[in-house]
């Protein structure tokens, strides 16, 4: 894993905010971030690993692709011990799944 600075730490805590979902899959961790400008998944990419997906909107077809990154597991809490003081909206969240 990377060491981060403390705007890269800052930026991520933004993005998740606003972006992402934090949630417990069987007791594993996972956090996603979806958006259709795959630059901003492929700094958290490498920042963090994780794999990035496009999503399939069949319902939607005329719309803008979009694309998921996604990690899980030691990936997850790695990445909220570093963000967390500076998460906002879902710093209750990560609380909660680094608190388990």
Same mark, same amino acid.
């Given at each position: 894993?990377?060491?981060?600075?403390?705007?890269?730490?800052?930026?991520?805590? #933004?993005?998740? *905010? &606003?972006?992402?979902?934090?949630?417990?899959?069987? @007791? /594993? +961790?996972?956090?996603?971030?979806?958006?259709?400008?795959?630059?901003?998944?492929?700094?958290?990419? #490498?920042?963090? *690993? &994780?794999?990035?997906?496009?999503?399939?909107?069949? @319902? /939607? +077809?005329?719309?803008?692709?979009?694309?998921?990154?996604?990690?899980?597991?030691?990936?997850?809490?790695?990445?909220?011990?570093?963000?967390?003081?500076?998460?906002?909206?879902?710093?209750?969240?990560?609380?909660?799944?680094?608190?388990?």
């Amino acid at each position: 894993m990377n060491i981060l600075i403390e705007t890269e730490r800052a930026w991520t805590a #933004g993005i998740i *905010d &606003g972006e992402g979902c934090i949630w417990l899959d069987r @007791n /594993r +961790p996972m956090l996603e971030v979806w958006n259709t400008d795959i630059r901003m998944l492929e700094k958290l990419k #490498g920042l963090f *690993d &994780g794999m990035i997906y496009e999503v399939i909107r069949k @319902n /939607r +077809p005329r719309t803008k692709i979009c694309w998921r990154w996604r990690i899980t597991g030691k990936k997850v809490i790695y990445c909220l011990e570093m963000i967390l003081p500076y998460l906002t909206i879902k710093g209750e969240k990560a609380t909660e799944i680094l608190t388990g």
